[in-house]
């Protein structure tokens, strides 16, 4: 299992004792890979990988978040430079595409989420992004620290509804400009007799819009 650090100088040790000299002392947002959980001493101590392969134990109270692959459920999102709408966009990114959620950080209008995508890009996305867990992808560990560590990286998907608004105002569009063009013929030209059929056909094209962005919503998406 993958894992980001929230603790800092965090002693990695030979052995589930903690009475031996250090392998290493990991910072806070540092990433490691995590084994299985031993008892040792009357404590708990898990398993760690470090990045240049050696292994060791850490203490079982040690916070984490675990990083986790996800999807993109909503039609789009742009990764920014900064967890500011104002940002540079590093990556727009589209439905069903999978990326690592790694922390969550404040920001303009509330949380963001550090992430990172199968490129290895990082960036942010506003918390109100639309996203599911990939199942499988970052399995449970044996045992939950203690200490108030661990946890969801992320809150809960909020739907934003973002693509069912656009078909609301393209339907919208749709119908008035299908009214505009009756109306307006039937004022230039009475004459015209079944040319309406074009113009009635933009506004069943506006309903349908309509109705789509309205179930879209209600789906949350």
């Known amino acids: ?26 910072s806070a947002h540092e990433e490691i890979d995590l084994g ?35 999807t993109l459920k909503q039609d789009e999102a742009d990764m920014l430079e900064q967890p500011s709408f104002h940002g540079a966009r590093k990556a727009r990114l589209t439905r069903g595409q999978k990326f690592y959620l790694l922390h969550n950080v404040p920001g303009e209008g509330g949380t963001w989420v550090r992430i990172r995508d199968l490129q290895g890009r990082e960036g942010f996305i506003h918390g109100d992004t639309s996203t599911v867990k990939e199942e499988g992808s970052a399995p449970a560990p044996a045992k939950p620290p203690a200490g108030g560590g661990g946890g969801p990286i992320a809150p809960p998907a909020k739907k934003s509804g973002v693509a069912g608004r656009t078909d609301i105002r393209n339907g919208l569009v749709a119908i008035a400009l299908g009214l505009i063009a009756t109306l307006g013929g039937r004022a230039l030209a009475p004459q015209l007799g079944g040319g309406y059929y074009v113009t009635w ?21």
Do not use: C, N
């Open 36 to 70: 299985h959980t031993v008892k040792s001493g009357g404590a708990d101590w898990v398993e760690a990988v470090l990045g240049d392969g050696r292994r060791g134990y850490i203490a079982g109270p040690t916070k984490i978040h675990e990083i986790k692959l996800t």
């Open 1 to 26: 299992m993958r894992v980001y650090l929230l603790d800092d100088q965090v002693p990695v040790f030979p052995k589930p004792d903690g009475t031996s000299i250090p392998l290493a002392r990991l």
């Open 201 to 221: 056909g933009i506004i069943v094209v506006g309903v349908y819009w309509l109705l789509r962005g309205l179930g879209r919503m209600l789906r949350g998406r």
